[in-house]
């Protein structure tokens, strides 16, 4: 983001500050592509989990099978009006050079590459039902807004040519058991990772965005980012108190454990949440094909998965007890459900 010029930033501004603005544009988005979209078949995939999981790359493999279409970072920053902007931008097909994304964790990206965007939807309808003043909490879309979030993905399936449409976002998992029960032909993909190696890998990401520029943040707030850094708010589930120091393990080994029994609850009850053991993907070759299997595409040999790097947490104690247990239970659950 440092190299975005001031027309990029002035852009962005106007396109994401305001969520009066972001709607505006997505209304006269509607007027002008609704009718000419695509009818929604709910056949759609939607990976979802705590940063650093693994989401990233999963969603980025099923992305290369070309069956889904997603927004892209050719979209923004008018991501509510994808095809009006593409129209006003004039961006074709051409996908530009590939640079690996700020988080330095060798995922290289182009205009062409998906990402976590449709987020901007949720903060600009619901961001005060769920952004709270120091945590995310899950929350419950009543059917008019997700009628209105099948809309966009409509629109982004007429902008894309597909029929089916793929996403990423970690904030998913605040409404996932509402839009499991209420788009029961989609599959929700849910990566657990091995909680030590997973706290230590927010925790390197949380120091290298404490210190973000001012534009970063304002970026990293208008895409509902919160993962993380000097934006950072928790999710927290019913009226826990938060506490901890988000620079030590302990804190995100707790935020893990917060998450994954949510999750866990979550998976248990719809059957088109499916969680999967990341740090099996690159060394159990019978995994993929049952994922692909489950969400109906090809099982082409993997591109983009990669093993896990593991990492070791100093003075972890109890929290640490708790995750492993916690994380043999995810595992069970998700071998039971792909098998």
Not at 99 to 114: F, Q
Not at 147 to 156: E, F, T
Not at 212 to 239: C, I, N, R, S
Request: charged content about 25%; hydrophobic content about 45%; proline content about 6%.
């Amino acid at each position: 983001m440092a190299d975005y010029s001031a027309l990029d930033r002035a852009l962005h501004h106007l396109a994401l500050a305001s969520p009066m603005r972001a709607e505006m544009f997505h209304d006269i988005e509607r007027g002008m592509f609704l009718k000419s979209a695509p009818e929604d078949t709910g056949r759609h995939v939607f990976v979802c989990g705590l940063a650093r999981a693994g989401t990233t790359i999963l969603m980025r493999e099923i992305h290369g099978s070309g069956a889904f279409g997603s927004l892209t970072y050719a979209d923004m920053p008018f991501v509510l009006a994808p095809n009006l902007w593409r129209k006003l931008s004039g961006r074709g097909a051409q996908a530009g050079e590939k640079r690996e994304r700020a988080h330095g964790d060798g995922i290289a990206v182009d205009t062409n590459s998906p990402e976590a965007l449709d987020e901007v939807y949720w903060r600009s309808f619901a961001g005060e039902s769920y952004i709270l003043p120091d945590r995310l909490a899950p929350h419950t879309p009543k059917k008019a807004m997700i009628a209105g979030y099948r809309d966009l993905i409509r629109l982004v399936l007429l902008r894309t040519g597909k029929g089916r449409y793929l996403s990423k976002n970690n904030n998913m998992i605040l409404r996932l058991p509402a839009l499991a029960k209420a788009m029961p032909e989609a599959v929700f993909l849910v990566p657990v990772r091995d909680p030590v190696s997973h706290a230590m890998s927010l925790l390197s990401q949380h120091r290298r965005f404490a210190e973000a520029d001012a534009f970063t943040q304002k970026y990293m707030l208008w895409l509902g980012h919160h993962e993380f850094g000097a934006t950072h708010k928790p999710f927290v589930w019913g009226e826990e108190v938060i506490s901890g120091d988000p620079d030590t393990p302990g804190y995100w080994l707790t935020r893990w454990v917060s998450a994954h029994y949510a999750l866990l609850a979550a998976a248990r009850e719809w059957p088109n949440v499916l969680l999967v053991p990341s740090d099996d993907l690159a060394r159990d070759p019978a995994l993929w094909p049952a994922i692909a299997r489950r969400i109906g595409i090809e099982a082409a040999p993997l591109q983009e998965i990669r093993a896990m790097p593991e990492r070791a947490a100093p003075e972890a104690g109890d929290a640490e007890t708790e995750a492993r247990d916690l994380y043999a239970q995810l595992v069970t659950q998700a071998r039971t459900d792909l098998a």
